[in-house]
Structure formats: C-alpha cells, structure tokens
C-alpha cells in the first residue's frame, strides 16, 4: 500500500508567493525524487536527490534530502501560473528490498496559482 | 524521439471485456513499468520489465497481464474489465540499474469500465 505521506494534499497561493511541500516516510529510501504533472499528461522528473542531507536545486525548484533519508522538502520561490499541477514525491529503494529497484509514489500536492 | 507513447488515449470498456493497451518507446530502454493513479492514491505499481522476456509484478498486478518481446514495446493487458480498474494508466521507461528512477513517462491513458 502507500508508503509516502505527502503533504499537504492541495495548495492554492497567490503568484509570486513561495511554496513548500514535504514528503515523509516511515522508511529509508536511498533516493528521492520530486515529479511534477501537468494535467492531461505524465509526470516530469524535476529534482532528483542522492545523498542524506543533500540540497539540489533546478531554477526556482530547491529540494532537499532529509538526514534521517525517511523524509524529502520541495521548494518553489516565486510562483507563476504554470507552476499549476500535481507534484509527486517518490522513493527509491535498492535492489532486494521491496518491489526490488523500483519507485514508490507519494500521492501528490496539488499546486493552483492565483494570477 | 517520439520518447514514450500510449495508445488509446482515452477507452471506455463493460464490465468482462478485455483489451490491451499499448506502450512504446524509441530510447532504447531496458526498463519499463505501468502504473496506474488513481485520485488521492498516487502512482502504484502493476508490472514493470528489466528486458526482452523478463517481466514481474509490482503493488497491484491483480487483473493484469503483460509481456514484453521486443525491448521496445511493453503491452498491458486487462484480462476481464472491472470497475475498480477505472483509472488512468501510465507507462514509464528509464534506463536500467543506477539511472532506473530516471523514468520517462507516457501520456497516459484514460480507462472507464462501466
């Protein structure tokens, strides 16, 4: 079943404005991984983080990896109208644990954007 | 590169029909996944593949079947359509060992079974 807890399910904030998101798990993941999905399509992998207490970031996109490696943060500075979607965390496991190398999903942050 | 495509986008299907959807992808990837999501759930897990001939379940492969006989393609077949199989599937490739989180994802296609 689901295993990220990924907060808070829904934001509506005013253009320019920050936004922070943040996913928890009650177990360790070697790497995590921030997806965003525009609606009608699939998700795009935006940030990818390898190492506990790692801080990465792509433009306005900042996310980091928690220390204990059981939780991940997404920040978006200055928000714009097409920042609008679903943001998706995911976990990424080694090989020989469960589902074995694979990707296990948060159920996402939906992000609206008031011009 | 067309990247990762999905056919049909959009399927309507009774209860007990059967039907395949498609996947394809250009990249030459060795790794490839459905997933399905479903409203406050997520992305879960069905079927993925490491490889020509190699396939095995994810979270939820209840229902579904697949295959994998080209390193290109990777049909998802649903074998008598239920209800709870409404939802909207995805198809995922990346490269396989480090980069297999790196998933390139397909449009995705909406399913209703009535």
């Known amino acids: 079943g689901q295993q990220l807890n990924q907060s808070p399910q829904s934001m509506f904030i005013q253009e320019g404005e920050d936004v922070s998101m943040n996913c928890t798990s009650s177990s360790i993941f070697n790497t995590w991984l921030w997806y965003k999905q525009d609606p009608g399509e699939g998700p795009v992998l935006l940030i990818a983080?390898?190492?506990?207490?790692e801080l990465t970031s792509n433009g306005r996109l900042t996310a980091q990896f928690g220390i204990t490696r059981k939780d991940s943060f997404l920040n978006i500075s200055a928000s714009i109208p097409s920042d609008v979607g679903i943001y998706f965390c995911a976990g990424h496991r080694s090989l020989y644990m469960e589902y074995g190398n694979k990707l296990v999903f948060g159920a996402g942050t939906i992000l609206r954007v008031k011009s | 590169n067309a990247g990762v495509t999905q056919t049909p986008k959009f399927q309507v299907l009774k209860t007990g029909q059967s039907m395949t959807l498609q996947c394809a992808q250009d990249m030459n990837h060795e790794y490839m996944s459905w997933y399905r999501q479903d409203p406050g759930m997520g992305l879960r897990l069905i079927h993925y593949s490491v490889g020509a001939g190699i396939t095995d379940q994810g979270e939820v492969p209840n229902g579904y079947n697949v295959s994998r006989s080209t390193t290109e393609d990777f049909p998802l077949r649903l074998l008598s359509a239920a209800p709870s199989q409404t939802s909207v599937y995805f198809c995922?490739?990346?490269?396989?060992?480090?980069?297999?989180?790196?998933?390139?994802f397909g449009p995705g296609t909406r399913l209703t079974v009535t």
């Open positions: 983080l390898y190492k506990a207490g």
């Open positions: 995922a490739s990346s490269y396989s060992g480090l980069a297999e989180h790196e998933q390139y």
